[in-house]
């Protein structure tokens, strides 16, 4: 039986941790919410309920009592829930963790909200009775608006802990819960940083063979059925410090074998961007840069990657072939050759990895669907091109055939889903119910 959660305990009020203090007073639980720094919580509440678009009401702002680690942390006595959102560095998680062990009620559920600290090492040589009540619940930014959780029990973790979160924060909260497995940065990181990341080398080679940073955005957007920021505007978005501290946790922990390692040092005009600071959004620019002009007008300008200067940003119109995503990728022409390029490499990565970093194909389109805001899933994506037509071009390249495409193969199946998208294929090679989201 699951066990009930009525009061949630967050430690750590920063952008994450307040955003998911933020849904669960939005749907009615009292919570504390407490940060190292005295008076940080209270602040973080203001933000929440406050401004042109708040995201609390002062009814559900009301519903958070506020305090520090130092003063008040026998507050969470009572909680049910016990969400730790703090720096991500493993010891002070893990002094936090001995902090909390005596203190909360038994049976209590305890989560880090890391984004791709492996649970084991969190746990390691904890009491038995911390790991059977911990799990990873890792939320999306911004809480209140991404809907994907990704839930990471332990070797430990008691069945129900997962059972409670799932439904305590897919009922209760709205969110959409994937199953994953205690690897580096679980699965939504896993794909999508990987993408990213290899998408700077190959996009390095694209624009000195005559693309620019506009058209690969534009290619790497609504062809492909991802939001409009494509690739350097996401980069922008997330920033390069972000990027380069997930570099360096993938080149850490990645498996040996994995091609991700290609991946985790970044060209050198990023390099060059990261070392003096040009960081994306945060720094007023990065990629992109919007200029502000006393008659009100604005200009976009591209930092050109190949010249490493500044420009004018220039319109693109993609022609009806390069809109289309199986006629852009199977196509010939410099931007085809580009999109294949990518796409392939990280669709193929995507259907290696199952099972190693979740049990089936549905959480990890779920996962890219919901936190990454792709049209499709990987598998989705692979069924839509069709999987012989793909396999047969990785062949055709003298690349290996990924795992779960070795399966379909098997078992002689024309797509991952069928009967309208209700059945999926499994690592069995056999057909099951699509689980309820």
């Not at 390691?124 to 959780?149: C, E, Q, W, Y």
């Not at 409670?164 to 709205?174: D, I, R, S, Y």
């Not at 993938?250 to 003096?276: C, K, R, S, V, W």
């Not at 989705?380 to 795992?403: C, H, S, W, Y």
Request: charged fraction near 20%; hydrophobic fraction near 40%; aromatic fraction near 8%.
């Amino acid at each position: 039986m699951p066990r009930t959660i009525n009061e949630v305990a967050v430690i750590g009020a920063g952008t994450m941790g307040a955003g998911i203090a933020g849904v669960c007073a939005a749907a009615g639980y009292p919570v504390v919410l407490l940060d190292l720094i005295e008076g940080a919580a209270s602040q973080a509440v203001e933000r929440l309920s406050s401004g042109k678009r708040p995201v609390l009401t002062a009814e559900q702002a009301a519903l958070i009592s506020c305090g520090s680690l130092g003063q008040d942390l026998e507050t969470i006595a009572d909680c049910d829930w016990i969400c730790e959102v703090i720096v991500e560095k493993l010891e002070p998680k893990r002094e936090l963790y001995q902090r909390i062990e005596p203190i909360r009620k038994p049976g209590s559920i305890v989560s880090s909200n890391t984004s791709g600290i492996p649970l084991k090492d969190l746990t390691d040589g904890m009491p038995d009775s911390l790991r059977r009540d911990i799990a990873i619940t890792h939320f999306f930014n911004p809480v209140h608006v991404m809907k994907l959780l990704e839930l990471v029990p332990g070797e430990d973790t008691s069945d129900d802990v997962i059972t409670t979160l799932a439904e305590f924060c897919g009922k209760k909260l709205g969110k959409g819960a994937v199953y994953a497995k205690d690897t580096v940065n679980f699965i939504g990181n896993r794909i999508g940083c990987f993408w990213i990341l290899s998408g700077l080398h190959i996009g390095e080679k694209a624009l000195r063979n005559g693309l620019t940073t506009e058209s690969i955005d534009a290619l790497m957007s609504e062809p492909m059925g991802f939001p409009s920021t494509g690739l350097y505007g996401l980069c922008d978005l997330i920033g390069l410090d972000i990027m380069e501290s997930v570099a360096k946790n993938l080149a850490a922990n990645l498996p040996e074998d994995d091609i991700g390692h290609q991946y985790t040092a970044f060209p050198a005009a990023e390099q060059a961007m990261f070392d003096q600071g040009q960081l994306g959004r945060k720094t007023g620019g990065g990629f992109y840069k919007l200029l502000r002009h006393d008659d009100g007008s604005k200009t976009m300008q591209i930092f050109d990657l190949v010249t490493e200067q500044w420009r004018d940003a220039q319109p693109v119109t993609l022609a009806d072939s390069q809109q289309d995503c199986a006629e852009l990728l199977f196509g010939d022409s410099n931007e085809s050759q580009f999109a294949w390029e990518i796409m392939s490499l990280t669709l193929a990565y995507a259907a290696d990895l199952v099972p190693e970093i979740a049990d089936d194909i549905v959480n990890v389109d779920r996962a890219m669907r919901w936190g990454f805001n792709w049209a499709r899933g990987p598998f989705e994506m692979i069924d839509q091109l069709g999987p012989t037509r793909f396999m047969d071009k990785l062949q055709a390249e003298n690349r290996p055939v990924p795992k779960m495409l070795a399966v379909l193969a098997s078992a002689s199946a024309e797509q991952f889903y069928r009967n309208d998208g209700t059945e999926y294929l499994g690592v069995d090679g056999q057909y099951h119910p699509v689980p309820a989201e």
